[in-house]
């Protein structure tokens, strides 16, 4: 049954606020390209022909605005200008690029014009041009939300396109061939008669004429590159130990410096650095917002001065301990804290006031987001300006901060992108660049480097929003009739939005995240509400957001009604699913994993389909109870994001979301005690060890009409999966993460 939408006030309002966005910025501003940024720094016989590519007579510079944060973003940019620009590996260099409003995001209009639809009835097309305009006048430079190739697939492909045709047109008019007798080929213009002139030999002359624009992009039947399997650009850098990453710059008269600030996010009373400040090595002592830094000649003495200053902290703006926390979220089911009633089909209240009903409720901890490298950044100011060097997914947002700082002009701060060891949306914040400029604003003309130690960045991590889900559902005749799921959580968005400088109010789309999207359109009642709870602890994204835990919530819950309704679990899901491509994941998944048989004794096989940031991923789970505890045998795992890129690094992002999902589903969880957060190293939050990871088998389909990312949507199956495949194997059903506080795992 489809959904019944009407247009509501704040939907028109929505809609005029987007029609006149062309009034309000210039129709000129929202059509016109963003200025190139690499044109102003071109030296002489230096080309540039888009913001994406740079020659001279020596180097081909690709740029990869993207942030490499572990998951292959450099390797994909870069192979999709080489695609059309006739390059081979080895032939260019890659550098992120200076931050610039060209290199804005269109890709994230996408989930927040879903969001906009499904709670105004906004048809999406319009929501999500409407959304892409307001992103490129801003210059919404980021990388997240699974976007970084939907993003650049595109543009990226028209950049090398425009980049070759250039070429082929300078080397016409140093030869005197016509253009439409040349060929290109290895980084190569070729003339009729096999002369080869290279790209680099051409810079100079390229750069004194106009772009060649309006190329068309190959037909698929052409690629070389994409789709194909190919080596990564960086897999030797990372195998041999290589790869430079953020924390591994050290310039020249470097100091060191470490940073203690508020662990209960509250304010500095004071303190006592007299037995600190004699130690060896110890450079100074500074101030910072909320805390004290130690400037010294390497990291651990600044770490070893920082242990031995005493702090008076003052109390949490939040409640103290976890159980205040959890009472909250318990207490926010209320009309005044509705958030937004993300779904309404059918009568859901009439549904549910006939018969039986099956009730449960799930729960979600806080997470940390914890990535092997530390937070970590470099920062020097001077007269003419300020230079920072560090691993971020918000290069803009950090020239604001660190000019809120320096009280410099932000064309004055210098951003120069780095790889980053992870992030997991740790760094989607600007607050550890905030401190370190904090920290260099006070010795100018030197460098300083902070580095937060492990417990440190435990200690001031946002994570993930703590989270519970109310579910109550009817089955009749063997069937799944009505669900209705409540979610009650910290709003994300917001919270995070408020410390990059925005107040952002209004339905929060990540609170219901995976529920409110499923693709269950064949329960004829169906309703998804979320309840915003104030006053907790701060949080921020998460791989895979809301997703993470609403998947849990719904695909937990539905198989608890399948169940009740004597159904098999792969046959009913497949029963209520509308979306085609949906269906042929979980078909997908269910026949690799043979679905049907009997898995053995004391083994139990346990299903779950999400969708997250526009991909559908199901995953099956094999475990095996023993006397010790759950061992996870096997997981088979299937998703359909349309064309892919890299085929290669795409299986390798599946079977790595699917030991993070099954790992902090075991096992991890962030919890406060006198305002602090109780896990100070990875000791106290696991996740999956290797001998604990089971055998991941991965296909995937190209079905989806829209190219989408990777990188999120195959977190959220694999904790309902696993839950379902312990009920299958044990009878006991776990309605809480993580699922350790009630199962053994080995």
């Known amino acids: 049954m489809g959904r019944a939408r009407t247009i509501t006030r704040r939907a028109l309002l929505v809609g005029a606020t987007a029609i006149a966005g062309g009034v309000a910025f210039g129709v000129y501003v929202t059509r016109r390209p963003h200025d190139n940024p690499l044109a102003a720094g071109l030296g002489p016989g230096e080309a540039s022909f888009n913001p994406w590519v740079r020659i001279d007579g020596e180097t081909i510079t690709l740029i990869t605005p993207h942030t490499d944060i572990g998951q292959g973003a450099t390797h994909m940019q870069a192979l999709l200008i080489a695609e059309e620009m006739d390059l081979e590996p080895g ?27 499904a709670t105004t009835g906004l048809p999406l097309g319009f929501a999500t041009r409407s959304i892409g305009t307001v992103l490129k006048v801003v210059g919404l430079q980021g990388t997240g939300g699974s976007t970084s190739t939907p993003d650049s697939f595109v543009k990226l492909r028209e950049a090398g396109a425009m980049a070759r045709e250039t070429l082929k047109a300078a080397a016409s008019a140093e030869t005197g061939v016509p253009v439409a007798e040349l060929r290109t080929e290895a980084g190569q213009v070729i003339l009729p008669d096999g002369t080869a002139i290279p790209y680099t030999g051409l810079a100079a002359r390229a750069g004194q004429i106009a772009p060649v624009e309006g190329t068309p992009l190959r037909d698929p039947t052409l690629w070389r590159y994409i789709g194909k399997p190919t080596q990564r650009l960086d897999i030797v850098a990372k195998s041999t130990g290589t790869q430079r990453y953020g924390i591994d710059l050290a310039p020249e008269g470097m100091l060191h410096a470490a940073v203690r600030t508020s662990p209960r996010r509250g304010r500095l009373n004071g303190y006592d650095a007299s037995a600190a400040e004699g130690m060896r090595g110890v450079a100074g002592i500074v101030e910072v917002t909320d805390g004290v830094a130690v400037l010294a000649d390497n990291t651990w003495r600044a770490f070893r001065a920082l242990d031995a200053i005493e702090f008076d902290w003052a109390p949490a703006p939040y409640p103290p301990e976890q159980a205040q926390h959890w009472e909250a979220v318990a207490d926010s089911f209320t009309e005044d804290r509705l958030n937004a009633v993300w779904r309404d089909d059918g009568a859901v209240d009439a549904a549910l006031s006939e018969g039986a009903v099956v009730e449960a409720e799930y729960r979600a901890p806080y997470v940390a987001h914890q990535p092997l490298e530390p937070l970590s950044a470099v920062v ?68 300083v480097k902070l580095t937060y130690s492990r417990e440190e960045d435990f200690a001031q991590d946002y994570p993930r929003h703590i989270a519970m889900a109310r579910g109550r559902g009817r089955v009749a005749d063997g ?44 329960v004829p009642d169906f309703r998804v509400r979320a309840y915003a709870v104030p006053g907790l602890a701060p949080v921020s994204s998460w791989r895979s957001v809301g997703a993470s835990y609403g998947g849990f919530f719904i695909e937990t819950f539905m198989d608890e009604l399948i169940h009740a309704a004597g159904a098999d679990p792969v046959a009913e899901r497949l029963r209520l699913l509308e979306d085609p491509v949906a269906a042929r994941v979980l078909e997908t998944a269910a026949e690799m994993a043979g679905w049907g048989r009997d898995p053995g004794e004391n083994k139990g096989l346990g299903v779950a389909l999400v969708e997250s940031f526009g991909v559908p991923v199901a995953e099956v789970v094999m475990v095996t109870m023993t006397e010790a505890g759950v061992r996870i045998d096997e997981v088979w795992a299937v998703a359909d994001p349309g064309t892919v890129v890299d085929p290669v690094n795409i299986e390798n992002h599946i079977q790595g979301g699917v030991v993070w999902g099954l790992g902090h589903a075991m096992n991890s969880e962030i919890t ?44 959220p199956p694999a904790a309902p999966a696993l839950a379902n495949a312990i009920f299958a194997a044990t009878g006991q059903r776990i309605r809480e993460m993580p699922f350790q506080r009630h199962i053994a795992f080995v």
């Not at 890709?107 to 906009?116: K, P, R, W």
């Not at 971020?392 to 790889?419: M, S, Y």
């Not at 089971?694 to 829209?706: A, D, G, K």
């Open 91 to 117: 032939q260019f260099v890659t550098d992120f690029g200076p931050p610039a409003a060209a290199y804005y995001n269109h890709a994230m209009a996408d989930e927040v014009a879903a969001g906009i639809t």
């Open 479 to 522: 069937k799944v009739t009505a669900v209705s799921l409540d979610v009650a959580a910290a709003p994300v968005t917001a919270s995070q939005a408020a410390r990059l400088g925005y107040a952002i109010g209004g339905p929060d789309s990540q609170l219901a995240a995976g529920i409110w999207n499923a693709a269950y359109g064949g």
């Open 672 to 715: 406060y005690a006198d305002g602090m957060a109780e896990q100070t190293n990875y000791h106290a939050a696991e996740g999956m060890r290797l001998y604990q990871c089971p055998r991941i088998n991965v296909r995937v389909l190209e079905t989806n009409p829209i190219l989408r990312g990777i990188g999120e949507p195959p977190v």
């Open 380 to 447: 020097q100011v001077g007269e003419d300006g300020t230079d920072v060097w560090t691993a971020t997914q918000i290069p803009r947002f950090l020239e604001d901060a660190v000019a809120g700082v320096t009280g410099q002009d932000k064309a004055q701060v210098r951003i120069h992108n780095l790889h980053a060891g992870g992030s997991f949306g740790h760094r989607l914040e600007p607050g550890y660049v905030r401190t370190a400029a904090e920290i260099a604003n006070q010795r100018r003309g030197v460098p």
